[in-house]
T-cell receptor
Framework: GNSVTQMEGPVTLSEEAFLTINCTYT??????LFWYVQYPGEGLQLLLK?????DKGSNKGFEATYRKETTSFHLEKGSVQVSDSAVYFC????????????FGQGTILTVHP | GAVVSQHPSRVICKSGTSVKIECRSL??????MFWYRQFPKQSLMLMAT?????????EQGVEKDKFLINHASLTLSTLTVTSAHPEDSSFYIC?????????????FGPGTRLLVL
């Protein structure tokens, strides 16, 4: 079946630092990959997505590239802000469970001024 | 676009009572809605998949008689926690999937925090 493994947190950074949150996946076929963000007390928001190999999803300064050869979808941002503090979830849909999202365990990011 | 709302956002109830949570897609038609449960500092656990006009499909280990799901229209799905107990306290999140292009993208509601006393 499908699975997603995320870098364990929590991750604590100073403002303007570089961010990487690793994500690797296991799936058959050609899944779509997603990053969701959850701010404190809120539901999930779609941050970015990629639907095929070598696609790069980007939004709000965040980027992730769909790497089929390494089955990875690492999230990066060049300069984080305090407002980026949240929980980040990597997820996939497709493969053996079309339509259902499989989530990673989430990574808590805290950015200090 | 693609806004999903949930009501209520927070509910406190006594043990043994039933609680209904509504999930609405406000600006699109959602043929499929999903219900998740999230425990503190943990990932989302899919409870069930709800298709408009048909019975929900429950994930293994989820009691369908306890968590009643109704998807009566293309914009509304409800989750009823029957005879709630303290162990049902959790954050319940719904999502809706668009039926058109980009159909694998799910849009999430803001969640409902349930506390059973």
């Amino acid at each position: 079946g499908n699975s997603v493994t995320q870098m364990e947190g929590p991750v604590t950074l100073s403002e303007e630092a570089f961010l990487t949150i690793n994500c690797t996946y296991t799936a058959t076929g050609y899944p779509s990959l997603f990053w969701y963000v959850q701010y404190p007390g809120e539901g999930l928001q779609l941050l970015l997505k990629a639907t095929k190999a070598d696609d790069k999803g980007s939004n709000k300064g965040f980027e992730a590239t769909y790497r089929k050869e390494t089955t990875s979808f690492h999230l990066e941002k060049g300069s984080v802000q305090v407002s980026d503090s949240a929980v980040y979830f990597c997820a996939l849909a497709g493969g053996t469970s079309y339509g259902k999202l499989t989530f990673g365990q989430g990574t808590i990011l805290t950015v200090h001024p | 676009g693609a806004v999903v709302s949930q009501h209520p956002s927070r509910v406190i109830c006594k043990s043994g009572t039933s609680v209904k949570i509504e999930c609405r897609s406000l600006d699109f038609q959602a043929t499929t809605m999903f219900w998740y449960r999230q425990f503190p500092k943990q990932s989302l656990m899919l409870m069930a998949t709800s298709n408009e006009g048909s019975k929900a499909t429950y994930e293994q280990g989820v009691e369908k008689d306890k968590f009643l799901i109704n998807h009566a229209s293309l914009t509304l799905s409800t989750l009823t926690v029957t005879s709630a107990h303290p162990e049902d306290s959790s954050f319940y999140i719904c999502s809706a999937r668009t039926s058109g292009g980009g159909g694998e993208t799910q849009y999430f509601g803001p969640g409902t925090r349930l506390l059973v006393l």
